[in-house]
């Protein structure tokens, strides 16, 4: 399977602090892209990551790409209280995606 | 922004009936997805859309399924007779090339709850 799966499935910190989470998978893939879930609504694009690149920032949102660990991560500095959400990676297969369980983030204020 | 709207937010259905959730993709995107999240689990992918007929599918995607764009702008998922099981959120998605490439951009899903 290529579905991603991130690591760890719940993370609780405070304002400020920053947060990691990472994704692993298991096949080649040509990009990684990180999605944001606020509870139960929509998923929120965040970041598009390809093969052949090893780092992207976005604002606050920093991803890396290590291909040859089939992992990804993603800092989200100076976290917020509205960060609260789950973090999904998902990685191409053919025409579509799949994405892993996600990552529970709860920045408490 | 150009957004992804999918039609009801919420629908209650009776378990062997039909429902019909309804998506207006991007208007210049020219693929779409349907896919699902079963309460407290994964996205899971059910279909892809290219130029008036499915490109790939899953196996989640069985006879019950079907996904049809009516017109130029809506596309839709059935879904024949019910099932509890089939109590999800269900998440449409648009990109305007190859979504793996491009990026997909999703609407904000339609609670489907089977009773």
């Known amino acids: 399977s290529q579905q991603g799966e991130e690591d760890p499935q719940a993370l609780s910190i405070q304002e400020g602090e920053n947060a990691t989470m990472n994704c692993s998978y298991k096949t080649s893939i040509n990009n990684l892209q990180w999605y944001r879930q606020n509870s139960g609504r929509g998923l929120v694009h965040l970041i598009l990551?390809?093969?052949?690149?090893r780092e992207k920032h976005s604002g606050r949102l920093r991803v890396t790409l290590d291909t040859s660990k089939k992992s990804s991560s993603l800092l989200i500095t100076a976290s917020r209280a509205a960060d609260t959400a789950s973090y999904f990676c998902?990685?191409?297969?053919?025409?579509?995606?799949?994405f892993g369980a996600g990552t529970r983030l709860t920045v408490k204020p | 922004e150009p957004e992804v709207t999918q039609t009801p937010s919420h629908q209650v259905t009776q378990m062997g009936q039909e429902v019909i959730l309804r998506c207006v993709p991007i208007?210049?995107?020219?693929?779409f997805y349907w896919y699902r999240q079963i309460l407290g689990q994964k996205v899971e992918f059910l279909v892809s859309f290219y130029n008036n007929e499915i490109s790939e599918k899953s196996e989640i995607f069985d006879d019950q399924f079907s996904v049809e764009r009516p017109d130029g702008s809506n596309f839709t998922l059935k879904i024949r007779s019910t099932k509890l099981e089939d109590s999800a959120m269900y998440f449409c998605?648009?990109?305007?090339?190859?979504?793996?490439?491009?990026?997909?951009?999703f609407g904000s899903g339609t609670r489907l709850t089977v009773v």
């Open positions: 208007s210049n995107h020219l693929y």
């Open positions: 998605a648009s990109s305007e090339g190859v979504g793996t490439v491009y990026g997909y951009t």
């Open positions: 990551i390809r093969s052949n690149e």
């Open positions: 998902a990685t191409d297969a053919l025409n579509d995606m799949r």
